[in-house]
């Protein structure tokens, strides 16, 4: 079983910066994929930042250009940079991990973090 713990949430003005931290231990193979998503209050989960095994990264558009998703594979580490942070960026944002074999599929129990405007 592979567990993911994120941290660096928390509360920031508009405009500012946090980075988020996620890190996976336990029975760890080879991850495929390592990812953020984010959910707030009265929405679907959706994914915000994805890296992949291979290098590819991929942003949701509300946040590419601004948010920046890195990954320490031999630490099994991911994180995410969040500049210029706007309240609409308000959400639980969780760590997303999967392997190579089917039902490799793995989630964090999410960090808040919240924008004042």
């Known amino acids: 079983q592979v567990q993911l713990a994120e941290s660096g949430g928390g509360l920031v003005q508009a405009g500012g910066s946090l980075r988020l931290s996620c890190a996976a231990s336990?029975?760890?193979?080879?991850?495929?994929?390592m990812d953020w998503y984010r959910q707030a209050p009265g929405k679907q989960r959706e994914m915000v930042a994805a890296s992949s095994w291979a290098g590819s990264r991929n942003y949701a558009d509300s946040v590419r250009g601004r948010f920046t998703i890195s990954r320490d594979s031999a630490k099994n580490m991911v994180y995410l940079q969040m500049n210029r942070l706007k309240p609409e960026d308000t959400a639980v944002y969780y760590c997303h991990a999967s392997g190579f074999t089917p039902g490799s599929d793995y989630w964090g129990r999410g960090t808040q973090v919240t924008v004042s405007s």
């Open positions: 336990g029975s760890i193979g080879a991850l495929n994929d």
